[in-house]
């Protein structure tokens, strides 16, 4: 017998790092998505086939946290495998990049498939939770957003509380964008620990700019809720900015949003932990997508086209 399970990958739209410390954010599943397949083996402990297509050094980079995350998500759901030991082969139409959910749409993936595979029947809630865990080996102290985007998909604003605060925003819609992957892997860890540093040292300036991006999410749900799509735009432009002062931008990411805004993208940032990985920009339209996306291609960076706010189920 062999389970299967699915996991999502998705785009911080709005507020990565600081829905760190609670600020509210906005992300969205997007079309691509990773499948975990597990079957029993012979020999005791799990292996893993990896057939994910990925940036170079992606997968070596990540071995260790890899390891350990799926340590992590066994433990959490008590499974033995003492005696008879499992197989995992991940797949599915995600490349894995920085930025893009990679990690967090193969621990949902790897969970869902595990609990079909033992017949556990677990619900969406206790799928997000084993995920978050083991999220925690590629994170440290992750939000939660990540695996709440791969689990349920749509487009969702989030906040970190005591208990996360998740609401769906519904378009009618989905909407066009570009993802652009500067090829550089980046470490979330490090990003969100230099983030902390740096907060602790200067808390006026942090606070002013910490503000700002709680404004920033409220602004962007009127705009969603609206589908207006240059304000949309606009504030996606000044979420980048406080992310370049909060010091998690990179030259490659400032040039990728640069290309993607003068090939006429109503707003580009950079997406994720930041410092390599991904930019998002939004580009309503199959032909401003494509223009966009060229823009970027023609400079050699790969693109991904794809839709944030398409409800769950999109294979
Ligand atoms: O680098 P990614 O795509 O896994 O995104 C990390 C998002 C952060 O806000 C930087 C961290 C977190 O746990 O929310």
Redesign the pocket.
């Known amino acids: 017998m062999t389970g299967e399970g699915i996991g999502f990958g998705k785009a ?1 739209v709005f507020n ?2 600081f ?2 410390y609670g600020v509210p954010a906005i992300v969205s599943a997007i079309g691509k998505y990773t499948i975990a397949k597990v079957k029993t083996i012979d020999e005791p402990g799990w292996r893993l086939n990896d057939n994910r297509k990925a940036t170079p050094n992606y997968k070596e980079e990540k071995i260790e946290q890899q390891k350990d995350s799926i340590n992590r998500i066994l433990k959490k759901m008590d499974i033995d495998l003492s005696k008879n030991g499992i197989e995992i082969t991940l797949d599915g139409t995600l490349y894995c990049a ?4 990679a ?2 749409a193969s621990c949902v993936a790897i969970a869902r498939a595990l609990s079909n595979h033992y017949n556990m029947d677990l619900s969406d809630e206790e799928i997000n939770s084993i995920a978050y865990e083991g999220e925690k080996a ?2 440290g102290n ?5 695996n709440t985007a791969s689990t349920f998909g749509g487009l969702i604003w989030f906040e970190k509380s005591e208990n996360n605060i998740m609401d769906r925003i519904s378009l009618q819609n989905p909407v066009e964008i570009v993802m652009g992957n500067t090829g550089k892997v ?1 470490d ?1 860890a490090a ?2 620990a230099g983030v902390r540093e740096r907060r602790e040292k200067n808390p006026e300036k942090y606070k002013e700019i910490f503000a700002r991006a709680e404004n920033i999410a409220y602004l962007a749900k009127d705009a969603f809720q609206n589908e207006d799509y240059q304000e949309l735009g606009k504030l996606m432009n000044e979420n980048h900015k406080l992310l370049q002062q909060i010091e998690v931008s990179s030259k490659e990411l400032d040039f990728l949003v640069k290309l993607a805004r003068d090939a006429g993208a109503l707003g580009a940032k950079l ?4 410092l390599g ?1 991904n930019i998002i920009a939004l580009t309503p339209g199959k032909d401003l997508q494509e223009r966009v996306a060229n823009a970027i291609e023609k400079e050699g960076f790969q693109t991904l086209k794809t839709v944030i706010g398409a409800t769950r189920g999109m294979r």
């Open positions: 911080i990565e790092h829905v760190v920085s930025g893009i959910g990690s967090a590629y994170h992750p939000s939660g957003i990540d980046a979330t990003a969100v997406t994720g932990g930041g990985g």
